[in-house]
């Protein structure tokens, strides 16, 4: 007993005499309940006292009362503890989790690992398989609600909203861990689980360490007929165990689960309980001990002591209790660190295993009105009485919204509340309330409160694929299927849904026991006003409602409606024509309306119908309204105003006056004219042709729309899909905006939608940026789905262009301002003498005015004059840096009424006001400058003129979207076509805006500001200027530096004043590059001097007569030669105007600016010399360096000082212009960065300077090297290098060769300058290019203003006699190489030769055209005839040969016999010169396209231009495209690996000369040349033989010369025939024909390659193989590249071509086909490591380091063991390489501290590290290597490459110390020798 004591200090009693018991039970109650302190913050006390009745003093009382009050506390959350046993019931059974209700309110979850360790390892097994096991019963079949259940807390934990929650545990190795085996007596009521079934009974788990329970299938047997349906147990089922008998000291236990034992079951003396294993559940013999208020306390198992609060007393006989009571008692729960023990007297619990049989109560969700307060636990909660007398209780939690709004002194008993029935605890058979306001009001409280068919609101809380969850309320959360997402299947919902929106959704189904809510946010179920159907007693025959398609079957289709009732609607009632094929006319998910024709509930069946039956009320009213007359849709009516709304106006149509509405923005096409309109139309008011666009029973809807209007009545508005077909363009308006995409709806009522990508051909990021609501819009029909009635449209403007996009500007403009004009009218019929007068005003009147005042920003409001309430106002750019006080009188013109806000906006521009008298043409193009922008349209002044011109701001009903960069501005320059030349009731003249590329942007402001228009002042310096100061000039001043800008620094001075110090003050020596103002640092101290004020518009107390009020800030300085002056003067703010001190600056003068920031727009460097003085650097004046002009923000720091030299004043006078190339002189000699601003085919360049300076280059001073295409590389805007060779009027005279440019570089110059005939020798072998082919010759330009002439017999030695040929071969800028034949000094005239014996070059005309072959004499006299011919020609049409000129190349105009042109083959360009005939095709094509493209061009004058000296005057208007468009798109070309150029065109490849007789082309030619034989002497003859043989000799010695290149198929089909086993041969051949992209033409000499090559020669026949490849992966299908691999296979080594194409795939960056390439070869070659070692580098290369890893281990894996080191050595080259060098080291690291010998691996890894690492890491390696103990012959090799590296990049010592320690190992070796 004693030991017992000393366990259990604070435990139970002895028996005492009855003298004894008084003082005992005092002491008692101070030790066994002193333990509440413990858990005083836990358990709650009682306000309600009851009286004491005990005769003590009034102190104990009080104390007593209170300790009573303590120790019969509540449970509550905080008084639980982990490990505490508790008695619970199953509330809920969910699949994963119980609910359990615990004593006084309290709830907890057993989650379904914690049943038991069988259960859970049974759990375990069916996750690992993927499919539910058979033997598993899932927990709904376990335990079902009110099984009364003994739990342990696991956990006390926040819920994610951070709610406290209970996890409980159930499992009995948890429960019952506090018995031993020893402990166990027979008797015992302990809860298990069945473990397992065996033969004879059941294993059941009781949770005791050492002790093995069984159950017998004989004591199971009852309770598997009574409670388990006759099943048998499962494992994991939950029982109440009795124990039978015990054997080897509780090894082995006998139970029972008979019911007559466990019912009966009480704890006794005799089993030995103590406190600290007594487990709830139990039942005792107790003896009450002591009566509160509040409950009794309970003496039982003669030495515990238990609290039964008042919650537990058994309710018949609360309040008959006396002391020394003998009751049975259930424990509870027993507290495991207090051992407090609390029971319940409740009979329900007195029956072990008995389920509990209350569990819910009737008025769940009841809200009552004036429940009193009963009492009140300070820490627990309150307990109320209820109308029917039943105690309710309330959380202390739920008695108020908050904490800080609970008030415990509105809970005194007998006050009043409102709550609600939130609850049920079935432990305390109480019902459990909520005060809280929230509670209250919440339309449901559970899944039970709401009813399928009813509306509810939630909120979106996520999308998933199997639907969107909806929150309901705290605890209600439902499901929206993807099908019920809307009324038709949408594929992305995120996009019209979004978490956290508000949404309205039908409930379908609730089931409150699953808690499973499924709702349809389809719009019609949603809004639907039908009767609900949810179940089949609502559906009454005749009911008509809105269901939707559950399937759509062959047989009908199955509807369902809410709460799963569902119908079937036969085939033939599916429509009033027959449906052959339901389930392709509707689909699942549709909506339909139906009528029910009858229904039988008992059988859940129901016939339905979509033959609607009509309702004969509904007729009758029909009927009435046909009588009333109606109005149909697309019908015009007249209608009259009634009053206008929110959205529109209400109006009458006439003459039956039917109600109608008309929305606001139906009145008007255009957008701002809509609310313009409906602003001034008044009620009475009549419109006409209004369109009827819509009517339903009560409404009618009508447009106003004038394009609609037409639409309709010119009959072009489809009435229904069937008329609809991809391509229509149709007349619509915007019905609806959503994030992707735009409905849009048609006159007819049909609508469509216009995706996000197809919306506009700019970028859409919103939809509602794009267009409005009720927005007139045109759509082009791209797709047509007629089943579902749905269409796609296009808005793009490039689909839906109208026609002309001027004109269409022009209608819209017209209309626009007609229906201003129309608002005008209304206007002035209202009574205001200010509408009438704003009414009579256009734009363009001219008004003297008086100013009124001038505003804070800048703009000017004159006075009202007669008319009061005008408003005129002119803005800041409008007042045109005039300076004006009030009361001044001024000239203005009107721009803009604004008749909305009544004002009228007008300018001061001088321009204007003087307009100039002068004609105007109509279609003539004007510059203007925009000085007003409307929404739609804008007015612009001429610029000539002064005229006002309005021009519409779209081009299209869909053009409404303008990026920043695309909207105009005021005061930027347009180009105006003028469409009319008087100005008519508008005021304006129209006109048509020219292309965008003629804009020009907004000049710098007119008056002296000096601030940039995109200069704000500095806010720090603003902010600080409110405070006014005293200072002047010269004061000492100490401040701290407050923040640091690139130009200037701002202070803070002592007394708060802001100062300012400029970077040009603060050093008195500013080094350039540097940048002065990082100097100072923010928080420095500074001393300085106020060396000035600096200028701020703050715009604060402006008096009214003052227009510009400024503040001055102090300017200060902390250069050092400026602290040490002295002297002081007031502080002046009316110094020199800044205007006045850029005056001061000389050009020519040197400065110190500093860079404030380069302008990306303007392309300047705008920098600050002085505080008030600024200046800009144009590019062109930046550097010469091409490389600095590209980045000129890289190359300069913004704050960097600058050296720069003064050029002038800008053209603003506002800013100096600088330079950073020394002074801009654009004087002969000079060199000079320009622009090029034009480029004029075969003529030259227009270059501009800065200040509006333009040269010329000549074609022939582009480069000192002539080019094919000279132009091609130049496009306008592209900045050249110039060299300035004359400036001899207006236009200077440039050259771009390098030699001018650059002549220290002294480089080659092939073409020399030729400037005269002076430059020229007889003999010289020149290059030009051709100006034209006349009747005596071929004229050559040789420089800008010399032309030498090459006569007939000089040109080739072919003759062609038709004309087009000339032109074919020799266009006009065709570059040739001639030789000087004669040169004429003094008629300047220079006569030429082509032909190939003076040059050299090939042939003009190629010798396969089969034209005869002339000899000298031939040549001679045909040239003369055809000079005789061409005369005449002359004489007859002179006029039209210079037409014909102007075209040349265009052969058909020049030639009667046209020649048939070949069909012309895409040509690629090429790098070198071309082959000339494909140059000259292609020449011929570019000529055609350019004249076309520059009608300007067409002004050549046709011969008199040659033989002139000077240069030619460069037309300056139609800049040119660039040539390299002209040219067909470049194809990628086949790289050869030996370098080689086509540098010789074709026509070199003369075979032997043709037999003269054949070579004639037609009969006309044969005459003239028999003629001319017949002439010829016998000598000339000779002579002429032997010329033929000499140039056949010269011909047959070039086609020998081993360096000649090939140039034709012949070519090289003789060089393959002499060498047919050399793969570069054929290789060249292919790339030949690739480079003319003869595709096939390659393939069929790779074919003959493979062919021929020998079969020995296997690497050239590879060669040959990757070509191929590399041509079908470059030109050729998948399919094609596929065929050819496989065949490459069969014939090579196959690891050998999958690499090559592994490695083409690569190179073509198909990363993706060459991983599954590489992974072929793994599987096929996975032996080899050649393999491994490519496919690592290939990841590695494509950043996949952690896939080369694993690939490096898979080679290990696979490759045998010898080859281990040899691969770890790759792959860590490759990581030094590729990837990460410290893994590279540790995998050298890892193999050599295995293979510490290889010294392949070191020396490897010395060069890596070498290559990769720091000096430090190889002397390392070097260190170690040398201390290895290897063959000596080893060694010697790595001390001789540690002596080289040292010698190379150590010092002498270094080297020394090698070789001290190569001695030492020298020494070391010979004396291990000795010994």
């Known amino acids: 007993m004693a030991t017992m004591e000393e ?907 003087n307009r100039k008298a002068k004609k105007l043409k109509k279609g003539s193009e004007h510059q203007a400058i925009v000085q007003h922008l409307e929404e739609s349209f804008a007015v612009a002044s001429l610029v000539e003129t002064g005229h006002l011109a309005a021009f519409s701001l779209t081009s299209h009903l869909n053009d409404t979207f303008r990026f920043d960069s695309e909207k105009l501005q005021v005061g930027q320059g347009v180009s105006l076509t003028l469409k009319t030349t008087e100005p008519g009731v508008t005021g304006l003249l129209l006109a048509v805006e020219g292309p965008a590329t003629k804009r020009t942007m907004r000049q710098t402001r007119k008056d002296s500001e000096t601030v940039d228009e995109d200069d704000e002042g500095d806010s720090a310096v603003i902010v600080g200027t409110v405070r006014k100061h005293t200072l002047s000039i010269g004061d000492m001043v100490t401040g701290t530096v407050k923040s640091i800008k690139p130009t200037h620094v701002v202070v803070t001075l002592e007394n708060g004043i802001i100062g300012c110090i400029h970077a040009s003050h603060i050093l008195d020596d500013v080094p350039v590059g540097t940048s002065p103002t990082a100097k100072l640092k923010v928080g420095k101290k500074v001393t300085a001097r106020v060396i000035g004020g600096r200028d701020m518009k703050t715009f604060k107390f402006l008096p009214i007569s003052h227009p510009r009020f400024i503040r001055t800030i102090p300017e200060l300085s902390v250069r050092p030669s400026e602290l040490e002056k002295d002297g002081h003067t007031a502080l002046n703010t009316h110094s020199v105007s800044p205007l006045e001190k850029i005056k001061q600056y000389q050009a020519g003068q040197t400065v110190t600016c500093f860079l404030k920031k380069y302008n990306v727009i303007k392309k300047w460097l705008e920098v600050e010399i002085a505080p008030d003085v600024r200046g800009r650097i144009p590019m062109l004046l930046i550097s010469l360096s091409f490389k600095v002009l590209k980045h000129p923000d890289k190359k300069f720091q913004i704050g960097q000082a600058l050296k720069a030299t003064v050029v002038g004043p800008d053209s603003s006078k506002a800013f100096l212009c600088l330079s950073l190339i020394g002074p801009h002189k654009l004087e002969k000699g000079e060199v000079a960065m320009g622009r090029v601003v034009k480029v004029t085919p075969k003529k030259g360049l227009t270059v501009s300077f800065p200040f509006g300076r333009v040269g010329r280059v000549s074609v022939f001073h582009l480069s000192d090297s002539y080019s094919e295409a000279p132009l091609e590389a130049f496009t306008p805007q592209k900045i050249v290098r110039c060299y300035v060779l004359s400036t001899e009027g207006d236009v200077l005279t440039l050259s771009l060769r390098s030699s001018r440019t650059n002549p220290e570089t002294k480089s080659k110059v092939p073409d020399p300058e030729i400037n005269s005939t002076q430059d020229i020798r007889e003999g010289q072998l020149l290059r030009g290019y051709v100006k034209s082919a006349q009747p005596h010759g071929v004229f050559l330009g040789l420089g800008p203003s010399v032309v030498g002439l090459a006569q007939y017999p000089h040109v080739s030695q072919n003759s062609p006699s038709e004309k087009a040929l000339y032109d074919r071969y020799l266009p006009e800028g065709k570059l040739l190489t001639a030789k000087v034949l004669s040169v004429n000094h003094q008629k300047n005239l220079v006569e030429l030769s082509f032909l190939p014996s003076d040059t050299g070059k090939p042939d003009v005309f190629p010798t396969p055209l089969g034209l005869p072959v002339l000899n000298k004499g031939e040549r001679q006299i045909e040239a003369e005839e055809r000079h005789h011919v061409e005369e005449e020609k002359e004489k007859e049409k002179n006029q039209k040969r210079k037409e014909k000129r102007k075209q040349k190349g265009q052969e058909e105009a020049q030639l009667p016999g046209k020649e048939k042109k070949e069909p012309q083959k895409p040509q690629a360009e090429k790098q070198g010169k071309r082959p000339h005939l494909e140059s000259a095709r292609e020449q011929e094509r570019a000529n055609k396209k350019q004249k076309k493209a520059a009608p300007a061009e067409e002004d050549d004058s046709g011969v008199e231009v040659y033989y002139r000296e000077g240069e030619e005057e460069i037309e300056e208007t139609g800049a040119l495209p660039k040539e390299r468009q002209t040219r067909p798109a470049d194809v990628p070309r086949l790289q050869l690996s030996s370098g080689f150029v086509w540098d010789v065109g074709l026509e070199s490849l003369t075979p032997a000369l043709p037999p003269r007789g054949e070579s004639s082309d037609s009969e006309e030619d044969d005459k003239p040349q028999q003629a001319t034989q017949k002439k010829k002497s016998k000598k000339e003859r000779e002579l002429e033989k032997q010329k033929a043989e000499k140039e056949l000799s010269r011909i047959e010695e070039a086609l020998m010369d081993p360096g000649r290149q090939p140039e034709s198929a012949d070519d090289f089909d003789r060089l393959v025939l002499s060498s047919p086993n050399s793969s570069i041969l054929w290789l060249q051949y292919m790339a030949f024909h690739l480079q003319a992209t003869e595709i096939e033409k390659a393939r069929a000499v790779a074919e003959r390659a493979l062919k021929t090559i020998s079969f020995r020669e296997e690497q050239e026949k590879l060669n040959v193989w990757v070509a191929l490849l590399n041509l079908e992966n470059m030109y050729g299908s998948q399919e094609s590249l596929t065929k050819v691999f496989e065949r490459a296979v069969q014939y090579n080594e196959p690891l050998k071509v999958f690499l090559q194409l592994a490695d083409i795939y690569t190179k073509s960056e198909k990363f993706q086909e060459a991983g599954e390439l590489y992974n072929r070869m793994l599987k096929r070659f996975r032996q080899e490591k050649a393999v491994w070692v490519k496919y690592g580098a290939f990841l590695l290369r494509r950043g996949q380091a952690g896939a080369s890893h694993r690939a490096m281990q898979r080679a290990l894996e696979c490759l045998p063991k010898k080859e281990h080191v040899d691969v770890l050595s790759k792959f860590a080259q490759l990581e030094f390489q590729l990837g990460d060098a410290e893994r590279a080291k540790a995998i050298f690291e890892n193999t050599l501290s295995t293979y510490p010998k290889r010294t392949d691996v070191w020396s490897v890894y010395i060069d890596m590290t070498i290559k990769h690492g720091s000096q430090k890491e190889v002397r390392d390696i070097f260190e170690r290597v040398i201390h290895l103990s290897l063959a000596p012959k080893r060694m010697k090799f790595f001390f001789k490459r540690y002596l080289d590296y040292e010698k190379q990049h150590g010092t002498e010592k270094d080297v020394q110390a090698v070789k001290a320690k190569a001695l030492e190992y020298v020494e070391a070796k010979s004396s291990v020798l000795e010994d």
């Open 7 to 913: 366990s259990f200090p604070r435990g139970g009693t002895r028996k005492t005499h009855k003298s004894e018991k008084a003082f005992q039970q005092s002491v008692e109650q101070d030790n066994l309940f002193d333990i509440s302190t413990e858990e005083e913050s836990t358990k709650r006390k009682k306000s309600q006292k009851g009286p004491a009745k005990t005769k003590k003093l009034k102190i104990e009382k009080r104390e007593s009362s209170k300790s009573v009050k303590e120790k019969f506390e509540i449970l509550s959350i905080e008084s639980l503890c982990e490990g505490m046993r508790i008695l619970g019931c199953v509330k809920e059974v969910n699949e994963l989790e119980l609910v359990i209700s615990l004593p006084n309110g309290l709830q907890g979850f057993v989650q379904v690992t914690e049943i038991c360790d069988a259960y859970t390892k049974k759990l375990n097994e069916q996750v690992a398989q993927g499919e539910p096991l058979k033997d598993l019963a899932s927990l709904p079949e376990l335990f079902s609600p009110g099984m009364l259940v003994r739990c342990v807390v696991s956990s006390l934990g926040n819920t994610e909203k951070g709610k406290k929650s209970v996890q409980l545990s159930l499992n009995p190795q948890n429960v019952n861990k506090v018995l031993s085996a020893e402990a166990l007596k027979p008797g015992m009521l302990l809860t298990g689980t069945v473990s397992s079934l065996e033969d004879h009974g059941y294993l059941v788990d009781i949770g005791v360490g050492g002790a093995r329970a069984f159950l017998p299938l004989q004591k199971a047997q009852e309770y598997i007929r009574q409670k388990n349906k006759g099943a048998k147990l499962k494992v994991g089922q939950y029982l109440n165990c009795f124990i039978e008998e015990v054997k080897g000291n509780g090894g082995v236990v006998s139970l029972s689960i008979g019911h007559s034992e466990v019912s009966t079951a009480i704890a006794t003396e005799e089993q030995h309980w103590t406190l600290n294993n007594l487990l709830p559940g139990l039942v005792v013999k107790a003896q009450v001990q002591k009566v509160t208020p509040f409950g009794l306390r309970l003496n039982f198992l003669t030495f515990f002591t238990g609290l039964v609060d008042f919650m537990h007393l058994e309710p018949k006989k609360a309040g008959t209790y006396f002391s020394n009571q003998a009751v049975r008692a259930c424990v509870l729960c027993v507290h495991p660190r207090t051992r407090a023990v609390r029971l319940s007297l409740r009979p329900i619990f007195l029956q072990p295993g008995r389920p509990l049989t209350r569990l819910s109560c009737q008025h769940l969700g009841a809200v009552l009105d004036d429940i009193p307060v009963q009492g009140f636990f300070s820490k627990a909660g309150a307990t109320f009485r209820l109308k029917d007398g039943s105690l309710a209780y309330a959380r202390l939690s739920h008695l108020s919204d908050s904490k800080n709004t609970f008030k415990p002194e509105a809970f005194k008993p007998g006050n009043t509340h409102k709550c609600r029935i939130i609850s049920y605890s079935q432990m305390d058979e109480l019902a459990l309330l909520s005060l809280r306001t929230s509670v209250i009001e919440a339309p449901y409280l559970g899944y039970h409160d709401i009813k399928p068919g009813t509306l509810v609101k939630g909120t979106v809380l996520t999308i998933k694929p199997y639907g969107m969850l909806v929150k309901v309320s705290e605890q209600i959360r439902g499901l929206v299927p993807p099908m019920h997402l809307a009324d038709i299947l949408i594929k992305n919902p995120e996009k019209k849904y979004h978490i956290g929106d508000e949404v309205t959704c039908r409930v379908l189904l609730c089931d409150p026991d699953a808690k499973k809510l499924m709702m349809t946010l389809k719009k019609t179920l949603v809004e639907s006003k039908l009767p609900a159907i949810t179940c089949y007693a609502d559906a009454k025959p005749g009911l008509q409602t809105h269901g939707f398609i559950l399937r759509a079957k062959d047989f009908g289709c199955i509807v369902k409606f809410y709460n799963d009732v569902q119908g079937l609607v036969p085939k033939h009632e599916l429509s009033a024509e027959y449906v052959p094929d339901p389930e392709r006319v509707f689909y699942t998910g549709q909506v339909v309306k139906v009528a029910v024709l009858n229904c039988e509930p008992s059988k859940e069946r129901m016939l339905l119908s979509f033959k609607l039956l009509s309702d004969p009320n509904k007729e009758h009213v029909e009927h009435s309204k046909k009588k009333r007359k109606s109005v149909n849709v697309g019908q015009l009516v007249d209608v009259k105003v009634l009053e206008k709304t929110k959205d529109g106006l209400e109006v009458a149509v006439l003459p039956h006056n039917i109600p109608a509405f008309l929305p606001t923005s139906h009145l008007s096409d255009h957008v701002a004219n809509g609310p313009l309109l409906y602003h001034w139309l008044q009620a009475g008011d009549t419109l006409h042709r209004v369109l009827c666009l819509s009517q339903s029973e009560r409404h009618v809807l009508l447009c106003r729309k004038p394009a609609l209007v037409s639409t309709v009545e010119g009959g072009q508005d489809p009435k229904s899909f069937s008329e609809i077909h991809p391509g229509m363009l149709l007349m619509g308006f915007v019905k609806s905006i959503k994030d992707y995409g735009v409905f849009v709806q048609f006159p007819s009522g049909l609508s469509g939608l216009a995706p996000k990508a197809i919306m506009s051909d700019k970028f859409v990021t919103s939809t509602s940026d794009h267009f409005v609501e009720g927005q007139t819009v045109v759509a082009k029909v791209t797709n047509v789905d007629e089943e579902k009635q749905r269409m796609l449209l296009s808005l793009r403007l490039s689909d839906c262009t109208l026609g002309d996009l001027a004109t269409t500007s022009l209608l819209l403009l017209n209309q626009c301002l007609e229906e201003r004009q129309g608002v005008r009218s209304l206007m002035s019929n209202r009574d205001s003498v200010l509408i009438q007068t704003l009414a009579e005003m256009t734009p363009g009147m001219i008004l003297d005015l008086e100013v009124q005042e001038v505003l804070e920003d800048g703009s000017v409001v004159f006075s009202e004059g007669p008319v009061p309430g005008l408003v005129l106002r002119a803005s800041k750019y409008h007042r045109a840096g005039q300076e004006v006080e009030s009361g001044q009188k001024k000239k203005v013109v009107i721009l803009n009424i604004d008749m909305l806000k009544l004002e009228v906006h007008v300018s001061l521009c001088h321009d204007l006001v």
